[in-house]
């Protein structure tokens, strides 16, 4: 079980979060977007062994949503960021991508 | 290669001899520098494609190469419920054609599988679970395959131990059964089809991890591995909760994530249920194994991970819900608890499908429930292997569909983890 910093509140028991799985997703434009594309967009995901930029939803909290880096493969968090920030740069060795 | 034939004579002779004279079941052969055809990943779903590929097509010039060992996945981990009451055609022919070849495979493989078809109950606790499973029993029936509704006071005779109070927090309305359903060893299926593929010459190699993939012009060439390189005409790949890893080395992205999915089992009692029973809207299913344990199954993690544990939560609500419907449990000590990792689809439906780079296949997205398929998706990934082309049970379970839309959604029938 993860203990998780949510930038509003604090560290917190992660049974009070959800995840939202990979960040940064761009969402394509619908109009021209092909259908390769489009699915591509709907259901394919990096799903990394190591480091994983991914969404948290506060659920039973503040009821916000934030980013965190963190390892696939030790659970550590790296870093915790806004909704709205890009990914900060890590050391993929230091998140165990193997 | 001949081998003994296991049966009771075998046993009897064996055990005169105080059990020192049993033979190998497999060899532990170095690698050959080619082959015909390298499935990436010894798990119950390699092995039974090695097998079908010699058995079927002919093809035996074959080596499967498994990272650590044999079954040491999630074949090894699951708790091996079997069944084939899926919603969609799709999904219920290829779940029943599995479902078929476990009913001959102790006599098929010669190697007890113990499959043992006690039934398999599903349980309603809402008006909204009645429907489900009411229509998905309809959808089962024409398909031909076996599936009765069952009221809660029939599931209270089958299983005595069930509280179908109506004064719980989510008291059993009825529920589902599929008679021909059940449960086998999980072990025994992974090595009763090694130890056939040996036979027919199949090199299985443990200890063997596929680290790159090699590809010229569009086309595999073979492998990378950490006993070193391996040439191959053509390549199929079922690593399981690794599906991702594996395929972003042929270059694919895949619309799997990992996740630790979680099971258990209790200290031994006595005989108590004779079936399996699983309930999707309070996340719990139990059986009970020959040695006594109960074996309960929880559900999965819900962010991505690839280390083989899963969150103490998960287990606690789990359990929860467990004391509450079989209360007899509750003063049980759990013995072991233990995590895999699954490749979970969108649509909870796998992939076994040809891949845009020529001679690679890739078989994966069973998630939680891909030991039921065991025999199924070996037997139509060795035919999709062989012939370059898909068979019939498996073609809608395709790449493309992903860029179609034609998605399989079998939420309901696989909403309970397992
Ligand atoms: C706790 C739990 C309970 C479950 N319960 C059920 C159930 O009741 N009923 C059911 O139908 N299903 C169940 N499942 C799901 C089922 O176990 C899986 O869907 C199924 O076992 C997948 O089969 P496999 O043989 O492909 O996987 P695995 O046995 O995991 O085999 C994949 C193999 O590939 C190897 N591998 C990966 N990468 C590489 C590489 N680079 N090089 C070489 N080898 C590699 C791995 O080491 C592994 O041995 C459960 C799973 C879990 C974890
Ligand atoms: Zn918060």
């Known amino acids: ?98 | 290669m001949a081998k003994m034939k296991y049966s009771i004579f075998s046993l009897l002779r064996q055990a005169r001899d105080y059990h020192r004279g049993w033979p190998k079941a497999w060899r532990s052969p170095e690698p050959k520098p080619s082959y015909d055809v390298i499935i990436i990943g010894g798990g119950g779903h390699g092995l039974a494609t090695a097998y079908y590929l010699a058995k079927e097509h002919g093809i035996t010039n074959v080596a499967v190469l498994e990272k650590g060992w044999l079954g040491g996945g999630n074949t090894g981990r699951n708790t091996t419920i079997v069944r084939s009451n899926y919603l969609w055609d799709e999904s219920a022919h290829l779940y029943e054609h599995s479902l078929k070849l476990f009913e001959g495979l102790s006599q098929d493989l010669n190697y007890n599988v113990m499959f043992s078809q006690r039934g398999v109950i599903n349980l309603a606790h809402n008006e909204h679970d009645l429907k489900e499973l009411s229509r998905r029993g309809h959808a089962c029936r024409l398909n031909g395959i076996d599936y009765e509704m069952i009221s809660a006071e029939q599931i209270k005779q089958i299983a005595p131990i069930i509280n179908i109070s109506k004064n719980i927090r989510y008291p059993v309305l009825g529920g589902s059964i599929q008679r021909r359903a059940g449960n086998a060893r999980h072990d025994a299926v992974a090595w009763g089809y090694a130890r056939r593929a040996d036979e027919f010459g199949i090199d299985i190699i443990q200890n063997c991890e596929v680290t790159g993939i090699d590809i010229e012009n569009g086309r595999v060439t073979g492998v990378q591995t950490t006993r070193g390189p391996i040439k191959a005409r053509k390549i199929g790949a079922v690593p399981a909760g690794h599906a991702t890893v594996v395929g972003n080395m042929a270059g694919l992205t895949l619309p799997v994530e990992s996740h630790p999915l979680q099971a258990m089992v209790s200290e031994p009692i006595k005989p108590v249920l004779d079936t399996v029973i699983m309930s999707n809207t309070v996340h719990v299913y139990i059986s009970q194994s020959d040695k006594g344990e109960l074996v309960l199954g929880a559900g999965i993690d819900g962010f991505n991970s690839y280390a083989q544990r899963g969150s103490l939560d998960v287990i606690e609500h789990q359990l929860e819900a467990l004391c509450d419907l079989y209360p007899i449990v509750k003063r049980l000590r759990i013995m072991r608890t233990w995590g895999g990792i699954v490749d979970t689809c969108p649509d909870a439906s796998p992939i076994v499908s040809k891949t845009p780079v020529e001679g690679f296949y890739m078989n994966c997205g069973w998630g939680t429930g891909g030991f039921k398929a065991t025999p199924g998706s070996g037997w139509v990934f060795a035919h999709t292997i062989a012939q370059d082309r898909p068979h019939r049970l498996n073609e809608a379970f395709d790449l493309k569909r992903f860029e179609t839309g034609f998605l399989i959604d079998e939420h309901g029938a696989a909403a309970v983890a397992h």
């Open chain 1, 1 to 98: 079980m993860l203990l998780i910093e949510c930038p509003h509140c604090g560290p917190r028991e992660q049974t009070e979060f959800t995840c939202g799985g990979e960040g940064h997703i761009v969402r394509p434009d619908p109009a021209t977007a092909t259908d390769a594309e489009w699915g591509h967009y709907l259901f394919m995901r990096k799903n990394p062994k190591g480091l994983h930029y991914e969404r948290w939803f506060h659920a039973h909290g503040c009821r916000q949503w934030f980013h965190a880096a963190r390892s696939t493969v030790t659970h550590e968090i790296f870093a915790i960021y806004g909704i709205d920030e890009p990914p900060p740069a890590i050391d993929a060795n230091k998140a165990g991508s193997r």
